[in-house]
């Protein structure tokens, strides 16, 4: 007996010696870019939770908490809920989020542990953002949230709510948790990309993020002595794989075990590992969930098991979380959209074809951008008066979010309308962006032009423009920055007339954007080194200092500005649409089924068409190929002549 006794102590100490005795696991849940998608869709109204293998929705808040719920209870280890950020914004949900977070609330109830802002956390400006976290705070009810970049300003006031909510702890730049033994360290960063596009987050910026993790890393293993360092990034996956901000985070701070990756919607089957870094991003908008399986020993991390669980209709919703969602919906109803006399689910308009979005010329851009100039032209156009009218209006894809899918039944409701352009805040403090109109030169509409050609090429598909009013013609073997090779504008009469971009012609031309657009236009100069400059005038074409001035007023008849969203401009459009079946419910028309040809591309080397029209970077470049090819030539003339002479 004593013998057993001994070889059973001695076993134990050897497998201590060996390391055995301090394998741990750990498994993470983890998801990003959630965008109060809370219900399933396309469409929302064929999401069925309570039911299952009956509809063909995917996503759903409900069948995320079921999956939280089961991947749970099939471990025994410590197991965590993390989201990389961007919870916010995408959904009518997000309309009440600065007065009920019912994002975060939600979260809390699924089972999230932790979360990081991301960039469209700020689309509702710090302020904004403050209301969000302090309803939450106050609430009780909100994962932990780690933010380690932030930068305030202290020269200015506007972000001072919200850095007082950070000086209360309820966002940390880190956090250290101990689950079973295993101590934790957990940081969140904002990436280069995501802070580019939150131009709504001024005054506040944010520090490198290669140069914060540092920080981060070392604070964590060095003073805290954590055994295991999480990062959660808003940084993305998008671009040059050896160039993808998490891959370059991993390879230049060592010392992160894990980054739960967002930002850049990207679906990764397996981990990417960098620098022992384990690195995982699962898709968006609750459509997956990643599950990571790690084995910790002798302070290495190592990946065990991963798995991706697709969100779809084989998952019945939790009922808890269904009826949550039930009730939020209700909330929508009174505090929203009672206002303009809707409903959440109520039908507005039936389809028997998809409207999809893609980095082309789309029938939902067409769609989209005539319903921009058909609600401006409602309030602004006074036939007397020929320079009121739109002559062009704008889209860009990055703020379309999504398409209108026909589904089961082809009813789009007002949910599936608004999902479609869901983002921003205007100036009268409601959400969604609001319209606004200005005025530039023809030269500065084809260099408006020319961000399809050279500015989204260059940078990602967020940029391409969807249009309408206008008919573009592009050669992509021309010169960067000079490509547009014909540009036609519709008149009054839906006839198309050749326009001349040239200097010569200086009669200013109506667009209408939203105002992330208009801002991105007064900006586009400084990103490319002043060639595109862009300088939207008003009317008299004086410089527009402030994009709140030329706001589109949907009501005149009222006091102050009734600003026209992005949203509401589709949905009073889309409500013109005529009932054909006599069913009661407008059909879209059949002309969205296809595109329209309002942008034709072209590839063609004949030198007329290279360099016909063509600007000072055009004729530069012609100008280097004729010097290269003349000094070539003496390159090749002048030794053969030497040689004849000496002959």
């Known amino acids: 007996m004593k013998f057993k006794i001994f070889m059973a102590v001695l076993i134990c100490m050897l497998f201590s010696l060996t390391g055995y005795a301090e394998e ?31 509809d063909k929705t995917i996503g759903g808040w409900a069948r995320i908490a079921t999956v939280i719920k089961s991947e749970k209870g099939k471990r025994s280890n410590p197991f965590l809920v993390l989201d990389a950020g961007d919870f916010l914004m995408g959904s009518l949900f ?32 710090p302020t904004g953002l403050s209301k969000i976290l302090e309803s939450a705070s106050k609430k009780g009810a909100m994962p932990k949230i780690v933010s380690s970049n932030i930068v305030f300003d202290q020269k200015s006031k506007k972000d001072d709510a919200l850095e007082k909510i950070f000086e209360k702890g309820v966002v940390k730049p880190y956090d250290v948790v101990i689950k079973q033994g295993i101590k934790i ?67 230049n701070v060592s010392g ?47 990946v065990e098991k991963y798995e991706t669980v697709k969100i779809n209709d084989s998952i019945k919703g939790d009922p ?43 029938n939902l851009g067409n769609l989209l951008t005539d319903s921009i100039k058909w609600a401006v032209n409602r309030v602004e156009y006074d036939p007397a008066d020929p320079a009121t009218r739109v002559n062009v209006t704008i889209q860009s894809n990055g703020v379309i979010r999504d398409n209108i899918i026909k589904g089961s039944t082809g009813f789009v409701s007002v949910s ?44 990602n598909s967020d940029y391409f423009l969807q249009m309408s009013g206008i008919k573009l013609t592009y050669n992509k073997n021309r010169m960067f920055f000079d490509r547009v090779t014909s540009i036609s504008l519709e008149d009054e009469n839906g006839h198309y007339q050749k326009l001349d971009y040239s200097d010569a012609n200086t009669k200013l031309y109506k667009v209408v954007t939203n105002i992330y657009n208009a801002t991105f236009l007064k900006i586009i100069g400084g990103f490319t080194n002043n060639i595109l400059t862009i300088v939207p005038k008003d009317r008299n074409g004086n410089p527009i200092e402030d994009l709140a001035a030329v706001r589109v007023d949907g009501d005149k008849t009222k006091d102050g500005i009734q600003e026209v969203k992005d949203w509401t401009a589709l949905v009073a459009y889309i409500q013109t649409f005529k009932d054909n079946d006599g069913d009661g419910i407008p059909e879209i ?21 290279l360099l016909k029209g063509g600007n ?32």
């Open 24 to 54: 741990k696991h750990l498994t993470i849940l983890h998801t990003n870019d959630l965008h109060s998608h809370f219900l399933g869709f396309s469409p929302n109204g064929d999401y069925s939770p309570d039911s299952i293998n009956d």
């Open 94 to 125: 997000h309309m009440v989020s600065r007065e009920h977070a019912l994002e975060l609330e939600l979260m809390k109830k699924m089972g999230y542990d932790f979360t990081t802002l991301g960039n469209h956390e700020f689309d509702l400006k």
């Open 185 to 251: 360290g957990l940081f969140g960063l904002m990436g280069i990309d995501a802070a580019s596009v939150a131009p709504f987050a001024s005054p506040v910026s944010f520090a490198d993020p290669i140069e914060t993790a540092k920080k981060m890393v070392s604070q964590l293993r060095d003073k805290e002595n954590v055994d295991l360092v999480i990062c959660l990034s808003h940084g993305g996956m998008e671009g040059d794989p050896e160039e993808y901000e998490d891959v370059l985070l991993a390879k």
């Open 256 to 302: 992160i075990d894990i980054i739960i990756s967002g930002h850049s919607h990207t679906i990764l089957p397996e981990p990417v590992i960098e620098n022992d870094t384990i690195i995982v991003q699962s898709w968006a908008y609750g459509k997956q969930v990643g599950v990571l399986d790690v084995k910790v020993n002798s302070g290495k991390v190592s």
């Open 320 to 362: 808890e979380v269904t009826k949550m969602i039930e009730s939020a919906k209700q909330l929508i109803n009174r505090e929203v959209l009672a206002a303009y006399d809707l409903e959440f689910d109520q039908i507005l308009a039936e389809t028997d074809f998809d409207l999809r979005y893609k980095t082309d010329e789309s």
């Open 416 to 459: 599936d309308l608004f999902r479609v352009v869901p983002l921003g805040v205007g100036w009268d403090d409601t959400l969604s962006y609001p319209l606004v109109s200005l005025y530039i030169t023809a030269a500065e509409l084809k260099k408006t032009c020319e961000v399809l050609t050279t500015v989204y090429p260059l940078k």
């Open 589 to 609: 028309p059949e002309r969205y089924r296809e595109v329209q040809g309002r942008q034709v591309w072209e590839k063609s080397f004949n030198p007329v068409k």
């Open 616 to 647: 000072y970077i055009t004729w530069a470049a012609f100008g280097l190929i004729v010097l290269a090819f003349v000094f070539g030539i003496l390159i090749i003339y002048i030794p053969v002549r030497i040689i004849k002479k000496r002959k």
